[in-house]
């Protein structure tokens, strides 16, 4: 069935076309004005003004590894972030703690750490899947370089971004 | 013709032409992406220079050092002429434009021609052959029906573009720019005879004939140059890009900055016919005579009022184009054939039949 469709009927005025064109000048200048004013907040200087203060806790920037109050690393190289990582971002070198060293009970530790990031996701499963938490999801989101080689973040670098975190949990205090 | 006048001519020409009206074009590019920003609640260029002022610069130099692709299918000679025969006639509308008084002595205008507006229609005319160059050279089908396309659009815009400064020149019975400029200065503007002899029912009837005239002459300087809601030749899902889909580098940005020229020239000539050119409103510092001298502060502030208003008549033209939907096709040729040929031709009859009544 053809359904006909009643288009409204224009005035004479209308049919003009002219006053068409002020009211929608009207609204054009209406937006041209508040832009230039400022009383339109259009858009952040990105590299100027961040939005950093706003960022929230469970902002998933960049993985980090962190150390405690004890200056103890506290990653013990169990690889479950690098089993778990869904772009194999991840790769861990273990390494055993020397027995004369004074966290020899923890037994194992990365010798290297590598996060590639180009490769990296930032979907936070190794945060949730580590027992020992030792990863984190940093704020850091701007993570650049000019080279592949520069975009994989090495012990050192990761450990930088991580930084000391205080008020975790320690399950290797008591056994020392 | 001695040496004085040539020096005098060739000074006018590089200033007015290179030193203003070109820098005035890339300004116009950095002016449409500001207010069209604006316009639509973004920030626009705003990175190179204070507030993005030299983003035209660096636009420039950008088509400067691309790669200047000539396909191996387009027909050379022609293919390269056309950018510059859409760029040129452009430029070459200066010539007559009166864009201030006098200053030092000189007249300023490069050329006080007797017959200023046919000679701007002659040349704009000129730009037609660029387009269609360029659609036919191009040798490929999305360019070519692009260039019919404006082509058709053009002529058919130029006969009512003519048509509707007919009844303005019937009211000042001249052709020079220069002493239709006068006229306003002394006696009001064709749109605002508020001084002088034009404050008087004559004046104000005569108003009349002349807004129908502005009206037509607006609207069809808007689809001379192409812009919306007129931007037929460019169309991305008919055409790609009309008549230079095959052009890049510095050859495109001829046919960029053509446009923007033109709307510059079209504003110029606005300006000049309907809003009294270079003069300030209710004759405030207007010279006695034609040829009378005048100090040269009163040759820069008339200078300074003629690129005012040309600038304001330009940024008329960006906010109707970030205002308006385009028109179809049809809608177009309708406008143009069945409209306004017809009303100008009546207003013209119109206004023979006012000046003899009155």
């Given at each position: 069935m053809a359904i006909i469709v009643q288009r409204p009927k224009l005035k004479w005025w209308e049919q003009l076309y002219l006053p068409a064109l002020f009211i929608g000048m009207k609204v054009t200048l209406g937006h041209f004005i508040a832009t230039l004013t400022g009383k339109k907040k259009v858009t952040m200087q990105y590299p100027e003004e961040k939005w950093d203060a706003h960022l929230p806790d469970h902002y998933r920037g960049a993985p980090a590894l962190v150390t405690d109050e004890h200056g103890r690393e506290r990653c013990v190289a169990c690889q479950l972030c690098e089993f778990i990582c869904p772009p194999r971002a991840i790769t861990i070198k273990p390494e055993e703690i020397p027995s004369?060293?004074?966290?020899?009970?923890?037994e194992k530790r990365p010798r290297a750490f590598e996060i590639d990031m180009i490769r990296c996701i930032y979907c936070g499963l190794c945060e949730e899947v580590c027992p020992e938490q030792a990863i984190f999801l940093r704020?850091?989101?701007?993570?650049?370089?000019?080279s592949r080689a520069e975009m994989v973040h090495d012990k050192e670098r990761l450990y930088e971004i991580g930084g000391v975190r205080t008020g975790l949990v320690n399950k290797w205090n008591e056994l020392k | 013709m001695d040496w004085h006048l040539i020096i005098a001519a060739a000074i006018k020409i590089v200033v007015f032409v290179f030193l203003v009206t070109l820098p005035l074009v890339a300004m116009s590019v950095w002016a449409e992406r500001r207010v069209s920003a604006a316009i639509q609640d973004r920030v626009g260029p705003n990175r190179v220079g204070p507030f993005g002022l030299l983003q035209a610069v660096a636009d420039g130099i950008k088509f400067l050092l691309k790669e200047d692709f000539t396909p191996a299918?387009?027909?050379?000679f022609y293919f390269w002429l056309a950018p510059a025969l859409t760029m040129v006639p452009a430029l070459l509308t200066?010539?007559?434009?009166?864009?201030?008084?006098?200053l030092f002595g000189e007249k300023m205008v490069i050329a006080d021609l007797d017959v200023g507006p046919l000679y701007v229609f002659a040349i704009a005319s000129l730009t037609v052959y660029g387009i269609v160059l360029a659609g036919w050279a191009s040798n490929s089908k999305y360019p070519f029906l692009g260039g019919v396309r404006s082509t058709s659009q053009m002529i058919s815009y130029e006969i009512s573009l003519g048509l509707s400064i007919v009844p303005l020149v019937m009211i000042y019975g001249d052709l020079n720019l220069s002493r239709i400029v006068h006229e306003q200065a002394q006696n009001g503007w064709a749109l605002l005879p508020l001084w002088g002899e034009g404050l008087s029912l004559k004046g104000f009837i005569l108003a009349i004939p002349i807004f129908i005239s502005f009206i037509i002459f607006t609207t069809s300087m808007f689809a001379e140059t192409n812009?919306?809601?007129?931007?037929?030749?460019?169309?991305?899902?008919?055409?790609?890009?009309?008549?230079?889909?095959e052009y890049s580098s510095m050859k495109f940005a001829l046919f960029f900055l053509g446009e923007y020229a033109a709307m510059i020239i079209g504003s110029g000539l606005a300006v000049t016919l309907f809003f009294g050119g270079w003069s300030l409103p209710f004759?405030?510092?207007?010279?006695?005579?034609?040829d009378a001298e005048v100090p040269w502060w009163h040759g820069m502030i008339h200078i300074g009022t003629f690129f005012a208003k040309v600038i304001a008549f330009i940024l008329f033209f960006i906010v109707v184009r970030w205002t308006l939907p385009r028109f179809r096709y049809d809608q177009l040729m309708r406008l143009g054939w069945v409209f306004f040929f017809e009303i100008a031709l009546a207003n013209v009859v119109l206004t023979a039949l006012l000046l003899w009544l009155l």
């Open positions: 004369d060293d004074k966290w020899a009970k923890v704020k850091d989101y701007a993570i650049t370089g000019t | 299918h387009v027909r050379k200066c010539a007559v434009l009166p864009f201030g008084s006098r812009r919306l809601p007129f931007d037929l030749p460019e169309c991305e899902t008919e055409l790609v890009a009309g008549y230079h889909t004759g405030w510092l207007t010279p006695a005579t034609l």
